[in-house]
């Protein structure tokens, strides 16, 4: 463990050590940046917070010098990451067996082809059903196009962001166009 202070510090990750709770469930916080407030003067945190057992959901934070004596205890020095975000999941982790997909109907004469191969590009903000390998995460998400270095060249066509339909939050990456099918 690092060592004892009187506040935040950039650069440092703490947890919250409450004794009632597991490990795994013990709230995690990444502090960025420390500033004082620009009405009150007193310092805020800023960062991101999550927990052990569930790095998928993390968010962005500010606390305040009050929640500092709730028992954070420094952990030491942030582990270095890159600007781009890691994927929560991609499908590239687990190659698995997926199950086969029902064709869609075309609207438009032109898509026919590639719908009938299961490949008609699907349009952001679409409700999807997403069966593919990552079994944990099959059911419906909203899908928008995936951005990242690894899927822009991709030969067999645009891979797909899923979000969680309630948070917004990306909960599946990397996603080829046979894994999701337009939820009807």
């Not at 917070?49 to 929640?67: F, I, K």
């Not at 109907?105 to 082809?113: G, I, K, M, Y």
């Not at 066509?157 to 046979?178: F, H, I, N, S, W």
Request: charged share 30%; with cysteine.
């Amino acid at each position: 463990m690092g060592s004892k202070s009187e506040f935040f510090e950039p650069g440092h990750t703490y947890v919250l050590a409450d004794a009632f709770l597991a490990p795994e469930v013990r709230r995690v916080f990444e502090c960025v940046a420390v500033a004082p407030h620009r009405q009150h003067g007193d310092l805020r945190a800023f960062g991101f917070a999550g927990t052990h057992g569930n790095p998928d959901r993390w968010s962005s934070v500010a606390l305040q010098e009050a929640q500092w004596s709730q028992g954070w205890t420094d952990a030491g020095p942030t582990p270095v990451r890159s600007a781009e975000p890691e994927p929560e999941s991609s499908e590239d982790e687990d190659q698995g067996p997926e199950e086969p997909e029902e064709p869609e109907e075309p609207e438009e004469p032109e898509v026919a082809q590639a719908a009938h191969a299961g490949t008609a590009p699907i349009r952001r903000g679409t409700l999807v059903r997403y069966h593919g390998s990552l079994t944990r995460h099959h059911g419906l998400y909203r899908s928008e196009p995936c951005g990242c270095q690894r899927c822009a060249p991709e030969p067999d066509g645009p891979r797909y962001v899923l979000r969680d339909r309630a948070t917004d939050e990306v909960t599946v990456r990397c996603v080829r166009r046979k894994s999701v099918s337009p939820a009807l």
